[in-house]
């Protein structure tokens, strides 16, 4: 276990960063330190608006200019909260992500009910300026902080005989009012290959502008991988399965015609029903954005997929 007993955490370890993520540790340990006044001042009124700490990271991939704050957090895709883009911003409030915890098991050496401090390392977050494309033509600049997904999975120890992974979605509908319709099956349900999941440049989020992840975002953790569309990223990930098996995803069993696995952002490969080519770059209204093979991201990514047929496979 990586959470720490009150008695081990030192008052220079007290930042609101840990406020609000081991709120019950802090409280203890700093009533034993006699620290307490002035606490309130220190807990903040919403989740998301706890800052992080992050280190920017040399794998910050572009330095075009970044979509705003409020561009990234009124225009979304989380069908559990409705399917219009202002949707989610406006009903994700209903979710609660603490307690939170996250499944994993299948082919792994230590499956568990892991807290979220169990996975991630807060003190080694990093900040990373990504690219991010939608197989509906809408793209955004977003610094994200997070971790290498790699650096998640490495602490559970998958087995070698784990050629992919799955993310599934928390389903609850009570918080969730999308997930008392029909419109996909839940819960929402993405995968990677192994190779995939363990690239350096995936990264598994919990925040994004220097802020704990809004819940329209995907609190308290999603997936990203820069080079694939943007459904390939669940959100409010609770459980990681590791398989020997391609993961049925959510979009693929939805409709197999438009939606493979690979899901690999390629200007020249159209969705049956609208090209790739070009891309609108919120806020703009025009498509006018040239899409880039791989999302941009080929010269680091394109060896994954040596000898595959990426019209066939996408
Ligand atoms: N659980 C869940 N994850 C999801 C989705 C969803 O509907 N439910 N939509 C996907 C799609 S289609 C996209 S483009 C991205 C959008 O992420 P953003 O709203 O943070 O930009 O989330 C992906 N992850
Ligand atoms: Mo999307």
């Given at each position: ?103 994993v098991d299948g082919?792994v050496?230590k499956p568990g ?43 559970v ?158």
């Open positions: 276990m990586l959470i720490r007993r009150p008695s081990d955490i030192a008052p220079s370890e007290i930042t609101p960063r840990d406020v609000y993520l081991r709120r019950r540790e802090f409280l203890a340990g700093a009533a034993a330190l006699g620290v307490v006044s002035g606490l309130s001042a220190l807990f903040p009124a919403k989740a998301h608006a706890a800052p992080l700490t992050a280190a920017p990271s040399p794998l910050s991939t572009t330095d075009e200019e970044k979509t705003t704050l409020a561009n990234i957090t009124t225009y979304n895709n989380f069908y559990e909260f409705g399917t219009d883009k202002g949707a989610p911003a406006r009903n994700a409030h209903t979710l609660k992500t603490t307690p939170w915890k996250v499944k082919m050496n009910d892991y807290g979220i401090e169990d996975l991630i390392n807060f003190n080694a977050l990093e900040e990373r300026v990504y690219r991010h494309r939608c197989v509906e033509r809408w793209s955004v600049v977003i610094p994200w902080i997070g971790v290498s997904l790699s650096d998640v999975l490495k602490k120890d998958p087995q070698p005989s784990a050629k992919f992974v799955e993310f599934t979605t928390l389903q609850r509908p009570s918080e969730m009012p999308g997930q008392r319709t029909g419109v996909l099956e839940w819960p929402y349900v993405e995968g990677l290959r192994m190779d995939e999941a363990m690239h350096p440049l995936t990264m598994m989020v919990v925040g994004l502008y220097g802020k704990v992840l809004p819940n329209q975002n995907g609190a308290p953790l999603r997936v990203h991988i820069p080079w694939k569309y943007g459904f390939k990223s669940g959100k409010s990930i609770v459980r990681i399965r590791f398989t020997d098996k391609m993961p049925a995803t959510t979009w693929a069993i939805q409709s197999p015609d438009e939606y493979g696995f690979y899901a690999n952002v390629n200007p020249s490969v159209p969705h049956p029903r609208w090209s790739q080519a070009r891309e609108r770059r919120l806020p703009n209204f025009l498509a006018n954005t040239p899409t880039l093979l791989f999302n941009g991201y080929g010269d680091q990514v394109a060896s994954l997929y040596t000898g595959m047929d990426l019209k066939k496979y996408y």
